[in-house]
């Protein structure tokens, strides 16, 4: 349910929420200004748009923006991927059939093959290819002039680019998670295209599970849709949107089933760690590269777990968000023993729920 990537069923219903304009993309204000300034010169020079590279997270819009860059351009689009490019000659049979400012989209450039790369970089700089026909000594090549175009790359591993590759775009492009007022208005767009009616604080229960992440946040709206269908309500407010989501087991932070396992094994078996990755893996039955790749990296980002040299610890936020209290000797527990003796010298002193000098901390 909150896995960044999609399957080829999901990509088909996203085609139809994707926003096809500039102005109808959803926050990113930095990339979506500065890229609206290199096409907009491209126009007024009348010549094609430099060579535009996208990276950045699953499901945060490269693809749509690399869709929008052809729609505002007025080109046409040609999508490939660089898994789909392995030799060099599949590179040439596209570039060779490109027609004069086309956009040519190149998915998880990143992946593409040595040589097509190294063919890649002359394209992109000369507008021209070296075919080699023949082998051995009687091998020629032969120059092909290539006509005017855009190259749009994607990657979700900026890092693993080589630097010539990288250098030859005339522009990069970052995308961040969205905020939850971001994902608000994304999932506001989508309602209104699907046609369904959900009050302002459902949009927001949906958008804080949807982990900074448009494709999550559609995704949990389309979960929410089927259980009004079904439970034949005609308007959605917050208790039958966490309900629906409650079921889906999207908790309130957006994490599902397995996150929230590796931090209660984590906290309840192992102490809040630290604990060796293996065998935390153990502890919740799923495979070491899954819990590093799929459940950590969000957990860490918010915060709830760390990683050390000694191995995997909860945070204090995990403590809280799975309602237990962390024994003395867990990592970080002396913030909490601050902070429950804190609470508890406030419970005693008689203090109104609601008196602004009822605070933790409070000396
Ligand atoms: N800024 C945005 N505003 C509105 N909708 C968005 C935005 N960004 C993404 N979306 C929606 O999220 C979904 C996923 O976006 P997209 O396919 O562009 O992601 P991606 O970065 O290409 O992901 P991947 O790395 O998996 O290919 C699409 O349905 C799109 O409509
Ligand atoms: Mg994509």
């Not at 040519?104 to 040595?114: G, Q, Y």
């Not at 020629?140 to 749009?152: A, G, Q, R, Y």
């Not at 931090?263 to 495979?287: D, N, R, W």
């Amino acid at each position: 349910m909150v896995a960044p990537g999609a399957e080829a069923e999901e990509r088909e219903l996203e085609a139809a929420l994707r926003p096809r304009t500039l102005d109808d993309f959803v926050g990113q204000h930095r990339v979506r200004e500065q890229l609206s300034l290199v096409l907009e010169a491209a126009r007024l020079r009348g010549k094609t748009a430099d060579h535009v590279l996208l990276s950045g997270p699953p499901g945060l819009g490269k693809t749509t923006l690399s869709m929008i860059i052809a729609a505002e351009m007025n080109a046409p689009l040609r999508i490939s991927s660089g898994p789909a490019i392995q030799h060099a000659g599949d590179l040439a049979a596209i570039l060779s059939s490109l027609t004069e400012g086309e956009v040519l989209f190149l998915d998880e450039i990143h992946r593409m093959s040595r040589p097509a790369e190294e063919m890649l970089y002359m394209a992109m700089e000369d507008f021209r290819v070296d075919i080699v026909v023949g082998k051995g000594a009687g091998a020629t090549s032969i120059p092909l002039e290539i006509p005017p175009f855009t190259l749009v790359g994607a990657t979700t591993r900026a890092g693993l680019l080589p630097g010539p590759l990288r250098d030859r775009f005339g522009f990069t492009g970052h995308l961040e998670f969205y905020s939850s007022a971001e994902l608000e208005l994304v999932l506001r767009r989508s309602a209104l295209l699907l046609d369904l009616a959900l009050n302002s604080a459902a949009f927001a229960e949906i958008a804080t599970r949807s982990r900074g992440t448009p494709r999550i946040a559609n995704r949990l709206l389309r979960r929410v849709r089927d259980w009004a269908l079904v439970k034949g309500l005609d308007q959605v407010d917050a208790r039958a949107a966490s309900a629906a989501l409650d079921m889906y087991e999207v908790d309130a932070r957006g994490l599902d089933r397995l996150d929230r396992g590796v931090l209660q094994a984590l906290c309840t078996k192992f102490g809040g760690g630290p604990v060796g990755l293996s065998t935390l893996a153990i502890a919740v039955g799923e495979e070491v590269e899954t819990v590093e790749t799929v459940a950590e990296p969000y957990l860490v980002r918010e915060g709830l777990l760390g990683r050390t040299p000694r191995g995997r610890i909860a945070m204090p936020a995990a403590w809280e968000h799975l309602g237990l209290q962390p024994p003395p000797e867990a990592p970080g527990a002396a913030f909490w023993t601050v902070a429950a003796g804190a609470a508890q010298e406030a419970e005693g002193s008689g203090l109104p729920d609601d008196d602004p000098t009822d605070t933790l901390f409070s000396p």
